[in-house]
T-cell receptor
Framework: GAVVSQHPSWVICKSGTSVKIECRSLDFQATTMFWYRQFPKQSLMLMATSNEGSKATYEQGVEKDKFLINHASLTLSTLTVTSAHPEDSSFYIC???????????FGDGTRLSIL | GEDVEQSLFLSVREGDSSVINCTYTDSSSTYLYWYKQEPGAGLQLLTYIFSNMDMKQDQRLTVLLNKKDKHLSLRIADTQTGDSAIYFCAEREAAGNKLTFGGGTRVLVKP
């Protein structure tokens, strides 16, 4: 079945570093992808929708310059957390639209820890 | 706007039934879903129900939908320790693939 691969699964880095998270659709193409942020013991909050070949659509309150999203090909979307700080530590999940009754295919998530 | 709410926590003994409740606000949603999230992992689609259905059963899972009250529930029969996880209900927008998630219910199954 359709699979979304997210990498890395866990990253720890120093404050001020920029971190890139990749989201790949395997065996299918995705013109859009969704990026979520999940704080501990909380729900998934949609951050933005990436669009292949054009600008991402950000949800209200999400800093565009802080969370850079690029969707350069039909199988790859990336989220870069720029100049990350401890408050950016979170679990980030990407997904790609599904078909039929399956609305989205989710990656396994990336745990980001900023020291 | 859209808002989906769930109770935060449920503790259940192994072998008993679990019932997780969810309320939603978007009456135009076509599908409602239940997802399971294990620690440090992504979301696994458990089951779904179409908005014109009242009930759907899939092995140990039973979904009930009260469209009038915008209330959705998931019943897990014969709950096992492997069922310990966070369960999210989600409503799908009327046209498209966007989902709005509830806050999640943490289910703890005690042996």
């Amino acid at each position: 079945g359709a699979v979304v691969s997210q990498h890395p699964s866990w990253v720890i880095c120093k404050s001020g570093t920029s971190v890139k998270i990749e989201c790949r659709s395997l065996d299918f193409q995705a013109t859009t992808m969704f990026w979520y942020r999940q704080f501990p013991k909380q729900s998934l909050m949609l951050m933005a929708t990436s669009n292949e070949g054009s600008k991402a659509t950000y949800e209200q309150g999400v800093e565009k310059d802080k969370f850079l999203i690029n969707h350069a090909s039909l199988t790859l979307s990336t989220l870069t957390v720029t100049s990350a700080h401890p408050e950016d530590s979170s679990f980030y999940i990407c997904s790609a639209p599904g078909t039929g009754i399956q609305p989205q295919h989710f990656g396994d998530g990336t745990r980001l820890s900023i020291l | 706007g859209e808002d989906v709410e769930q109770s935060l926590f449920l503790s259940v003994r192994e072998g008993d039934s679990s019932v997780i409740n969810c309320t939603y606000t978007d009456s135009s949603s076509t599908y409602l879903y239940w997802y399971k999230q294990e620690p440090g992992a992504g979301l696994q689609l458990l089951t779904y129900i179409f908005s014109n259905m009242d009930m759907k059963q899939d092995q140990r899972l039973t979904v009930l939908l009260n469209k009038k009250d915008k209330h959705l529930s998931l019943r897990i029969a014969d709950t096992q320790t492997g069922d310990s996880a966070i369960y999210f209900c989600a409503e799908r927008e009327a046209a498209g693939n966007k989902l709005t998630f509830g806050g999640g219910t943490r289910v703890l199954v005690k042996p």
